[in-house]
């Protein structure tokens, strides 16, 4: 009898410390991996130029709309279904959408090179563009297998294929700085093919499913998710175009270096949060179809929502209190601009953290039409202040504010829609909010009033 109480009791701890052991093995080997990438980004800004920079944030914007729809969408899918048959069909699907989108990068680089880089007025920029097909291929090959991974829960495979990406980048940057701006992007496009090659070689050699899938079981998962393509591709679009078209725009209007500056600021100051955020949100997207189908998926949500803002409240207070004078000291005086870039992209920042994971309730929830909606609105008010930027002939430094701040506030209402489209209870999660941003803050300021005089 006692025996058994304590089984039950035991299982009960075991199914409750899951669920933490499963955030902290994906947020470990994130941490780990963004902290080298931090650690060496000193080394880096001495080794290369900020208009360096400014030409890898050019290619990492490019690069972003192909590998949105890389996969058609179906990739999201892999979470979804019951049966491993329709799981490893939806995979194959992804793949196949995969080859054909590299294959169209390739015709849009031989036919568009010269055209892209005469409007982005940096014509040089033309002579590394071959590189993109590989990335588009490497970094949608690496959505495709991340999803796989977490649908099967193993956790410590992407841990260490973060791991492995983040040294291969470094190692490679590090040695081919003599190459300039083609050191940064090989670096990035090798470090993607690590971690991406490295998942795909063993799910196929450990998953005998794959060897025996049918086309038939192809067709049936392609129309049966459907709306991912038809509705989700649009909606990653217009999030690819509302984020990556402001290094494009500020490249074309205020030069490589203040694209550069731009572009390695919000890097810097998202990488560490939104990377974790990410890594928390694979171990969401495993456990929300269930909590769904067993009616408590608003309480998972409050649950998650929580340890994000304690995540994240310390970090951003660190930002919105020091930036520029933390810029100043880690990576030189001439940074302190950056800084002050990095105060004004916090609160976008730390509502992006929250956001990023719990956006899976549009999968959860099959909310692709509300998802696309929400989206393109979002692209309406960045693309209008960006517009509004020009305009005006702001400077860069008022034009990056004002995006940092229009950002911010469309983050703020579509997270606050789809929490309420899942139940949550949105007063606890505002005062969530307040209470530790506020108590951050607090603390930090006082200490840099008593401590650092």
């Known amino acids: 009898m006692v025996k058994s109480l304590l089984d039950k009791f035991n299982a009960k701890l075991n199914a409750q410390g899951s669920l933490i052991k499963s955030i902290s093995l994906l947020v470990g080997g994130t941490a780990g991996a963004q902290l080298l990438l931090i650690i060496m980004t000193p080394l880096l800004t001495r080794l290369y130029l900020p208009s360096d920079f400014g030409l890898l944030a050019a290619f990492v914007s490019l690069l972003a709309f192909f590998t949105v729809i890389s996969s058609a969408r179906y990739e999201l899918a892999i979470h979804l279904p019951e049966k491993i048959e329709e799981t490893v069909a939806v995979t194959v699907l992804s793949f196949i959408f995969l080859v054909l989108t590299t294959s169209i990068s390739v015709i849009c680089i031989l036919l568009f090179a010269e055209p892209i880089s005469v409007l982005l007025k940096v014509p040089h920029l033309a002579s590394y563009l071959w590189l993109l097909p590989f990335a588009v291929f490497f970094v949608g090959l690496y959505q495709i297998c991340n999803a796989w991974y977490v649908r099967q829960k193993q956790y410590k495979d992407i841990a260490g294929t973060k791991v492995l990406q983040s040294i291969v980048t470094v190692l490679i940057q590090l040695s081919a700085f003599k190459l300039a701006t083609f050191g940064l992007l090989v670096g990035q496009t090798l470090g993607q093919g690590a971690g991406s090659l490295k998942l ?82 694979s171990v969401f997207l495993s456990e929300a179809p269930k909590a769904h189908r067993e009616g408590r998926l608003n309480k998972l949500v409050l649950q998650f929502n929580k340890k994000l803002v304690q995540v994240g409240c310390f970090p951003i207070a660190i930002l919105i209190v020091s930036g520029p004078e933390l810029f100043a000291f880690i990576f030189g005086e001439q940074w302190y601009k950056a800084g002050e870039y990095a105060q004004w992209l916090a609160p976008w920042v730390f509502l992006q953290l929250q956001w990023t994971p719990l956006s899976n309730l549009t999968v959860v929830l099959e909310l692709q039409k509300e998802a696309l909606i929400s989206q393109i609105l979002t692209f309406f008010a960045r693309f209008g202040a960006l517009f509004y930027a020009i305009g005006y002939e702001m400077s860069a430094d008022h034009a990056i504010q ?28 505002f005062i969530n909010n307040i209470t530790y941003i506020l108590f951050s803050m607090s603390v930090l300021m006082l200490f840099k009033l008593f401590f650092l005089r």
Do not use: C
């Open 402 to 429: 004002l995006f940092a701040v229009v950002s911010a506030i469309v983050y703020f209402i579509r997270m606050f829609w789809f929490l309420n489209k899942a139940q949550t209870d949105l007063k606890q999660v």
């Open 200 to 281: 795909s070689l063993k799910s196929i050699k450990n998953t005998k499913e794959f060897r025996s899938v049918q086309f038939h079981q192809i067709k049936t998962v392609a129309k049966r998710y459907k709306s991912f393509p038809i509705y989700s591709t649009w909606t990653g679009l217009f999030n690819t175009a509302s984020l990556q078209l402001a290094p494009l725009i500020f490249l074309s209007l205020f030069g490589a270096t203040v694209a550069g500056l731009y572009a390695l600021t919000l890097k810097l100051v998202s990488l560490p949060i939104s990377l974790v955020g990410q890594a928390i949100g």
